[in-house]
């Protein structure tokens, strides 16, 4: 029996009296789709608002010369009917809550309704007072009225409250919400008093906020209680004894007591709908179709696929419940009667860690069963550990097959048996799991799984599991390999794309509409037609050796053997990266998957990096101070503009506020601990090396001299005269404004940065701005296409 599972014995007369928890407020999946949907769907009117506004005024203007043809007097009826039924609607449907005793519904219904109107309200103000000309026109009403928002904000309010209302399943009410919303926008359309954009973001604003309420608080309970549920089972014929509340991972389930036997009776309802739609939306995405469960989004196509292939299996020789009746019991639930099998599943098997009660014979009755399935085409789809039970009768029984399928290609027939060999691994181990497999399926047909065993496979239970035991697939497929004999066996590709090629075309895309935009303000061919191409060939060559020098920086911090050409690649890349994130984060992020990717242990890996920021801080501030004094220079006047400052203090706040939750503040702090178990002793045995140590400050200075050498050659190519110690400041603080700036490569802050100080220096604006233009084309835009192509070779070779 499942926790909190409530047992209901017989009364003294024979009557069955219900007992059971205490009902909750379902929170339907389905909703989250539909606001996901409704919320898009209103940005995307937003969007065409704002380019298309032509076309939305000449639509409003169609349908005012529309209004002109049609009688005033009708049109005034029609409106005044609606407004009426606006007004009066939210107070009905109090009051009908109010006769019904839905308190908590009544307070979601008021907060939806004021919070939707609030939003237009809000939304309103801002397109009147703020907004851009051409987005205020979009939304502005053809006819000029004061008391005409652009976003109306009771047919909004209508919207919201009658979706959370939604389970008084009252046609009366849907029927005056109707007419009261479309004649409303009906009548101010043909008057020209709301605009089409208005009508719609209005809409769209009341259902997206009426859905939010509904899975923020649930909805009142409507699905049928225990003792419903054991009408209807009287009702068909059963003599029902005894009821035990004992739900399963997905549905309500009641294990029934009756003079036949006991019976396991799932509820099908309304409130499972959707349920992980949008995880598997994503799985979908990323992997192949014959790998993933079919997956049922109604209640109708969840009973079909559970009822057809619960039969297919029977048919097919597997050991399933058999299914005895499908009760409707009313237009939203279906009940769903089959044998109940006393047992447990494995993941209770696999908690206990008692591997013995997962007998040899087991395990061969399982082979069998897939086997039998094979045989007939039929998969499952979901073996997991809560999916394969150990029957007290001493056999395996499959559960749950809701996302199995018949005619099933070989693939997903595979899959099964990989998911079964892992799931049974993690309970009997694999060194049992794969002898048996083999003894009873035969070499060639577990062969054929060992490719599947990867963990996009595994159900979801499955992958959790698999957390704590992170060698187990390395295990299995080296035992069933050394059980089949034979070289090992190349795995399967199951991903249509891996996350990071999202990121990277995201990036590039990014990195593009950056480029086209930022170079098109720059003034490349004056800048080239009067620059000294002798010193630019110097500024090229003093970039090409910065990235040497941060390599050997980054791999001063790391004793492990990482290839020079590896980490020199990994450098070049930052062109890259650093155009769509912040210069920190984009450095620390690759040369953390460097060495990871390198084998360099996590907390280790993450020791080096910080230690090699932290050691470009220690020899870059004192550089800075040296060369500010021997210049005459210092640092004032370099600071950052405001808005730079005030944007790295509201990150830097930002950043603070986040540590404040739980769970991210539990993830420091392990990674701290981490970090000064093993990352710290580490770090003092490399600057106990002094081979090592002068690998990581030479690398530095030679990363940050290049850097100096480039800038200085670039104002030198335009016609430039400073001297190199200031040119040297100037660079330096110029580039820590870079790294602080939370725009990507520090775009405008180190541009403004840099042609301050070449001013402070005395050039004139006619050779500083040019001179800072070179050398951010040199070091940021030009490094940019080799980088791009690096990344994704280093990608493809899985190097990063």
């Known amino acids: 029996m499942a926790d909190g599972a409530t047992a209901v014995e017989p009364g003294p007369e024979g009557?069955?009296?219900?007992?059971?928890?205490?009902?909750?407020?379902?929170?339907?999946?389905?909703?989250?789709?539909?606001?996901?949907?409704?919320?898009?769907?209103?940005?995307?009117?937003?969007?065409?608002?704002?380019?298309?506004?032509?076309?939305?005024?000449?639509?409003?203007?169609?349908?005012?010369?529309?209004?002109?043809?049609?009688?005033a007097a009708l049109v005034d009826v029609v409106g005044f009917a609606a407004e009426l039924a606006a007004w009066a609607l939210p107070l009905a449907l109090v009051g009908i809550l109010i006769w019904r005793r839905w308190v908590r519904t009544i307070v979601e219904l008021l907060a939806a309704g004021l919070a939707a109107?609030?939003?237009?309200?809000?939304?309103?103000?801002?397109?009147?007072?703020?907004?851009?000309?051409?987005?205020?026109?979009?939304?502005?009403?053809?006819?000029?009225?004061?008391?005409?928002?652009?976003?109306p904000a009771l047919p909004a309010l209508v919207v919201a409250v009658v979706t959370v209302a939604t389970r008084l399943k009252s046609r009366r009410v849907f029927q005056v919400a109707?007419?009261?919303?479309?004649?409303?926008?009906?009548?101010?359309l043909l008057r020209g008093e709301a605009s089409v954009a208005g009508t719609l973001v209005a809409l769209g604003t009341g259902r997206v906020i009426g859905l939010a309420a509904r899975l923020i608080g649930g909805e009142q309970l409507v699905v049928p209680r225990a003792a419903d549920i054991v009408r209807a089972l009287v009702e068909h014929g059963h003599r029902v004894r005894r009821v035990v509340a004992d739900p399963v991972a997905d549905y309500r389930r009641y294990v029934v007591e009756t003079d036949d036997g006991p019976l396991g009776v799932l509820v099908l309802n309304r409130e499972i709908e959707g349920a992980g739609l949008l995880s598997r939306l994503v799985d979908r995405l990323r992997t192949r179709e014959e790998i993933l469960p079919r997956q049922a989004v109604t209640m109708r196509t969840i009973t079909d696929r559970l009822t057809l292939i619960g039969l297919a299996l029977e048919w097919a020789g597997a050991r399933v419940p058999r299914?005895?009746?499908?009760i409707r019991l009313d237009a939203e639930t279906t009940l769903l009667v089959q044998d109940h099998i006393r047992g447990r599943p494995l993941r209770e098997l696999a908690a206990d860690g008692k591997s013995d009660e997962l007998t040899d014979e087991m395990?061969?009755?399982?082979?069998?069963?897939?086997?039998?399935?094979?045989?007939?085409?039929?998969?499952?789809?979901?073996?997991?550990?809560?999916?394969?039970?150990?029957?007290?009768?001493?056999?395996?029984?499959?559960?749950?097959?809701?996302?199995?399928?018949?005619?099933?290609?070989?693939?997903?027939?595979?899959?099964d048996l990989a998911q079964a060999l892992v799931t049974t691994a993690l309970v009997a181990g694999p060194d049992r799991v794969a002898a048996s497999a083999v003894r009873t399926l035969g070499a060639e047909t577990v062969s054929r799984a060992v490719p599947l065993l990867q963990a996009l496979v595994l159900t979801r239970g499955t992958r959790r599991t698999l957390r704590e035991h992170?060698?187990?697939?390395?295990?299995?497929?080296?035992?069933?390999?050394?059980?089949?004999?034979?070289?090992?066996?190349?795995?399967?590709?199951?991903?249509?794309?891996?996350?990071?090629?999202l990121v990277t075309g995201v990036a590039t895309v990014v990195a593009v509409y950056l480029v086209a935009t930022q170079l098109s303000e720059v003034p490349i061919g004056e800048v080239v037609g009067q620059a000294d191409w002798r010193w630019v060939a110097v500024a090229v060559v003093a970039m090409a050796v910065n990235y040497i020098g941060a390599a050997y920086a980054v791999l001063g911090f790391v004793p492990e053997p990482v290839p020079f050409r590896h980490a020199l690649a990994a450098q070049v890349t930052l062109g890259f990266v650093r155009v769509v994130a912040p210069v920190a984060v984009s450095g620390a992020a690759i040369n953390l998957r460097l060495?990871?990717?390198?084998?360099v242990p996590g907390p280790a890996a993450a020791a080096s990096v910080a230690a090699y920021q932290l050691g470009a801080v220690v020899v870059t501030v004192p550089l800075i101070a040296v060369l500010g004094v021997v210049s005459g220079l210092g640092v004032s006047g370099l600071s950052p503009s405001p808005t730079v400052l005030a944007a790295t203090t509201g990150a830097i706040l930002a950043g603070g506020l986040v540590t404040l939750i739980p769970p991210i503040r539990r993830r420091i702090r392990k990674f701290w601990d981490d970090f000064a178990r093993r990352g710290m002793s580490r770090l003092l045995d490399v600057l106990s090396r002094p081979r090592k140590l002068a690998e990581a400050v030479g690398g530095v200075l030679l990363q940050t001299l290049a850097l100096v050498v480039c800038f200085y050659a670039s104002i030198r190519a335009v016609g430039g005269r400073s001297d190199f110690a200031g040119l040297a400041v100037v660079q330096m603080v110029g580039q820590t404004v870079g790294s602080a700036a939370p725009t990507p490569g520090g775009l405008g802050?180190?541009?403004?940065?840099?042609?301050?100080?070449?001013?402070?220096?005395?050039?004139p604006a006619a050779v500083a701005v040019p001179g800072v233009l070179l050398f951010r084309i040199i070091s940021f835009w030009l490094p940019m296409l080799p980088a791009w192509l690096l990344w994704t070779q280093l990608q493809r070779r899985e190097i990063l």
Not at 385 to 413: K, M, Q, R
């Open 15 to 71: 009557d069955i009296p219900v007992a059971e928890p205490a009902p909750r407020r379902p929170r339907r999946p389905i909703d989250g789709v539909r606001m996901l949907l409704y919320g898009g769907a209103t940005a995307l009117v937003v969007l065409g608002a704002v380019f298309a506004e032509g076309s939305f005024r000449g639509l409003a203007t169609d349908l005012a010369q529309l209004g002109e043809q049609v009688p």
């Open 117 to 151: 109107a609030a939003i237009t309200v809000g939304a309103s103000i801002w397109l009147e007072t703020y907004a851009p000309e051409q987005v205020e026109r979009a939304f502005a009403p053809l006819v000029a009225d004061p008391e005409r928002a652009p976003i």
């Open 178 to 188: 109707l007419l009261a919303v479309a004649g409303t926008f009906t009548v101010g």
């Open 323 to 326: 299914l005895r009746q499908v």
């Open 363 to 415: 395990l061969t009755d399982l082979w069998q069963q897939l086997d039998r399935m094979r045989a007939h085409q039929v998969a499952h789809r979901r073996l997991g550990p809560s999916t394969i039970l150990a029957g007290d009768d001493g056999h395996i029984w499959l559960l749950n097959p809701s996302g199995g399928e018949v005619a099933a290609p070989d693939v997903a027939l595979g899959t």
């Open 470 to 501: 992170r060698d187990l697939l390395a295990a299995l497929r080296d035992r069933i390999g050394s059980e089949v004999g034979g070289p090992p066996a190349t795995p399967v590709r199951v991903r249509r794309f891996r996350l990071l090629s």
């Open 595 to 599: 060495l990871t990717k390198a084998g």
């Open 749 to 763: 802050a180190v541009e403004a940065a840099l042609s301050a100080g070449v001013t402070a220096l005395g050039s």
